[in-house]
């Protein structure tokens, strides 16, 4: 029997685990903003008790030149004044309460409670540190006023960030984004790969050729284009550097429950050679 456990963490048990514990980046490219943030936002702000932190990164439009950095600010101004009402239109709606199925919840409830005390701690001090290493609050931030047991927390969209901030690459595991606009597709690139983790990452383009380079270029073992968090049996996964090992799913997990094995036998009748003679 073949010892494998599928598991969403690292695993230190020393049992084989089929995939663990990635981070989810979200790449925005070429595209109005208002027709990708539902989506995106949707992406990272649903299951919190097990999504991890996320990125959002959209393009900017200006030119370089003398002016380059002024331009860069309009450029993120703009943006952000795409991001904020639509943002606040996907933030406000997104309903908290009861996610049990035996508990018959609301069928508007769209973001259940974090799984244990703990961890609602850990994010709010990760949303405390993100505040004091310069990123703002655009929504969220706290946890809600709702008359409910369980461990909640505010869906939470950070600007202002910086990739080496540690809300942008450290596990957050909460219902908390971030916002960083880009100039071009090495730029885009570079933001994304450059973390320990490499689950999956979502593309929204029009451009066919954009989304098969991004697709090839992004350092992650899923990789989704113009839609998010799609997946089949038959369709294999798998996390990139720190986000796990194995496969899930597909053919290509039927050789997580294998072990390669060499065996070589000497049928001749000639006395068997000395195995440390180099022979001729």
């Not at 990708?36 to 008790?49: E, F, I, T, Y």
């Not at 929204?204 to 998010?228: F, K």
């Amino acid at each position: 029997m073949i010892s494998v456990r599928g598991v969403r963490r690292r695993d230190e048990s020393g049992i084989r685990p089929l995939v663990g514990v990635g981070r989810w980046r979200v790449a925005v490219v070429l595209c109005t903003l208002p027709a990708v943030v539902p989506a995106a936002m949707g992406a990272v702000l649903r299951d919190s008790d097990e999504r991890v932190l996320a990125d959002v990164f959209p393009e900017r439009h200006g030119q370089r030149g003398d002016d380059h950095d002024e331009r860069r600010r309009r450029d993120d101004d703009g943006l952000l004044q795409g991001v904020e009402p639509a943002g606040e239109q996907q933030h406000d709606r997104r309903q908290s309460g009861d996610a049990a199925p035996c508990h018959q919840h609301e069928p508007t409830t769209e973001l259940g409670p974090v799984a244990f005390a703990d961890q609602l701690s850990k994010i709010e001090e990760y949303v405390a540190l993100g505040r004091q290493e310069g990123g703002k609050v655009l929504h969220g931030g706290h946890r809600p006023d709702l008359d409910l047991a369980g461990y909640f927390y505010t869906p939470t969209i950070f600007t202002g960030t910086d990739n080496a901030m540690r809300i942008c690459q450290e596990e957050i595991f909460g219902p908390v984004v971030t916002v960083m606009p880009f100039d071009t597709e090495d730029d885009v690139v570079t933001l994304a790969n450059e973390t320990s983790y490499g689950l999956a990452a979502g593309v929204w383009t029009r451009d066919l050729a954009r989304a098969h380079r991004m697709a090839s270029r992004l350092d992650a073992g899923t990789v989704w284009v113009n839609i998010y968090r799609a997946m089949s049996p038959m369709s294999p996964r798998s996390g990139f550097k720190h986000s796990g090992l194995g496969v899930e799913h597909g053919t290509e997990v039927l050789r997580e429950y294998t072990r390669l094995k060499s065996v070589w036998i000497n049928t001749s009748d000639e006395p068997a050679a000395d195995p440390f003679v180099l022979k001729s």
